[in-house]
């Protein structure tokens, strides 16, 4: 971590907020938040710490508070969220990326991060559909209204996300589209040619496998493993093998290896 970063606070749900990059030294303060947020009315700022007023106990009057300059918390749909990294505090650190979508993170360039976290009162339910829906929609309004977000990068997939794109697909979703799959999900094919996704166990407790026969051609595949998963979020997960057929009439076969973490598609 770099000096002048700070690391996830307590109460937050840690690995289940969404990171907002900027380049170094044009992430928002307060202000910029206030008028981001004049045009959203379905989001609020329901506590900041910094206009909370500290007493003196020994001579009486006002306190500066100089202290948890950094955050907010956010009221949308009823629930609470943690917007931390707030100019002039120190910037969150930039994560860990493995996946890009329409996108390019550097690292050593100095990018300076906000992260968006479920509030303590509802950090343990952070993986629930409801909760990710309105963090991703919060998300997707802040990039609309901040300006200046470079990417947007979704820690349980390793991801980063061109700004727009996000936006468009976490709308689209919310209104009855798909689930922004590309972006929320990380997919990859390992060395033996099956494809493995990164991110889903966050959403269903299980990743993706699909067999090799099944992935000699990789964008067929991913395709493929786009539309499963969307037959997943939201749902519980089969028990027992069962089969099923693409939209070519192609008979798969889906079976799910608890031990491994794994929801595993061979041919029937």
Known sequence: MAAG???IGEGSAVGSGLILLFDKGKRPDRADLLAALSDQPRIAISHDPIAVERLD???GGALPNDGDIDWVELLADGLTFDLLGLRPGPALATPEVGYLFNVQV?????????????????????????????LLGIGAALVRSLGGVNAVCWPPARSAIAPKFFAKTTESWLIGGPF???GLLGIRFDGQGALCSEGLNFFTDCELWLD???CRDRTAATRLAVRVV????GFDLPESACEFATEDGTILKLEPDRPAGLLRIFPA
Request: proline share 13%; hydrophobic share 40%.
């Open 57 to 59: 106990p020994v001579n």
């Open 230 to 233: 969307q037959e997943l979020i």
């Open 212 to 214: 090799p026969a099944l």
């Open 5 to 7: 970063e700070r690391s």
């Open 106 to 134: 550097d690292r050593e360039e100095g990018s300076e991060a906000l992260g968006l976290y479920p509030g303590p009162h509802i950090a343990q339910g952070a993986h629930a559909l409801p909760i990710v829906r309105t």
């Open 180 to 182: 922004p799959a590309l």
